[in-house]
């Protein structure tokens, strides 16, 4: 039986760290399913940076369709949840169904992908994130110490259920961590 990964985002997310996961996880023979606040097609971004900036750029990327919407889906019925960055995190997280969605995961000790800017995601849930540890784009710190977790400051880390990561260019491990939790 193929295992079910559900991956939440939304508009404005990472380009990378969208479909890497995405893609890897098919490659894998995964059933994947891409939710977002409703089913529509997705606006991704490219988040780079240049020389002389002290933070990245942001610049329109590729579309990606969403095959569900949050208020659709049923955890239980997922193996794995991994939640990319970009700028998607910062109003996904405003979604009435993500606590629950994010509760089950770490209740149930499912594998469970955060990158970059899914700490924004993460710290809705401060009880079931408290005395954690995680990493994540470095601007984030503060939502990870305000859940009560502890910032980690590798750009790759595991602890217990969860598989944290910077940003895109820590995804070939991000996803080596996530795939090794799934098996």
Not at 69 to 81: M, Q, R, T, V
Not at 140 to 148: E, F, I, L, N, T
Request: charged share 25%; proline share 7%.
């Amino acid at each position: 039986m193929s295992r079910k990964i559900l991956i939440v985002t939304g508009d404005a997310v990472e380009a990378l760290e969208i479909f890497y996961p995405y893609y890897r996880c098919l490659e894998e023979g995964f059933d994947v399913t891409i939710a977002s606040p409703s089913v529509k097609k997705l606006q991704t971004v490219s988040h780079d940076f240049v020389e002389g900036m002290e933070t990245y750029v942001e610049k329109p990327a590729y579309g990606i369709d969403s095959h569900a919407a949050f208020a659709d889906i049923d955890p239980s019925e997922y193996d794995g949840l991994i939640i990319p960055g970009g700028r998607a995190p910062e109003y996904i997280r405003l979604d009435e169904s993500m606590p629950g969605i994010l509760r089950h995961f770490f209740e149930e000790n499912k594998p469970v992908g955060a990158i970059c800017h899914a700490a924004q995601v993460l710290a809705i849930v401060p009880d079931v994130m408290k005395g954690r540890e995680f990493t994540a784009y470095t601007a984030c710190r503060p939502d990870v110490s305000a859940c009560g977790a502890t910032y980690i400051e590798e750009p790759l880390h595991t602890h217990e259920n969860l598989v944290s990561g910077h940003a895109w260019p820590d995804l070939p491990g991000f996803m080596r961590e996530f795939i090794k939790l799934l098996k």
